[in-house]
Nanobody, 126 residues
């Protein structure tokens, strides 16, 4: 069983930056395609960003050019760098992992993922 440990959430003013981290326990992150999703108050959980096992990335239109998902192979960790944050980015952010042999696909549907983290809160004040 894989556990995903997220960190890096917090309170930031609009225009600021945060970096979220996600580290799987039990197996190396290189075995998984990874993704970030978020749930804002009163809304459904939605896709934010995804990274393939080889490092290719995909983003939701709402975060494109502001957020960057990446892998650090030496630290076996996934990051979500969030810049130019807006109040509408306020949400609980969830890390997800998909066990796959495919090196290139990025997965944007929640149902495609096998494991989920507990979530980390990001609050952006105006």
């Amino acid at each position: 069983q894989v556990q995903l440990v997220e960190s890096g959430g917090g309170l930031v003013q609009a225009g600021g930056s945060l970096r979220l981290s996600c580290a799987p326990s039990g197996r190396t992150a290189r075995s998984y395609a990874m993704g970030w999703f978020r749930r804002a108050p009163g809304k459904e959980r939605e896709f934010v960003a995804a990274v393939s096992r080889s490092g290719g990335s995909s983003y939701a239109d709402s975060v494109k050019d502001r957020f960057t998902i990446s892998r650090d192979m030496t630290k076996d960790t996934i990051f979500l760098q969030m810049n130019s944050l807006k109040p509408e980015d306020t949400a609980t952010y969830y890390c997800a992992a998909k066990d796959t042999i495919n090196l290139y696909l990025r997965y944007v549907q929640q149902s495609q993922y096998d494991y989920w983290g507990q979530g980390t809160q990001v609050t952006v004040s105006s």
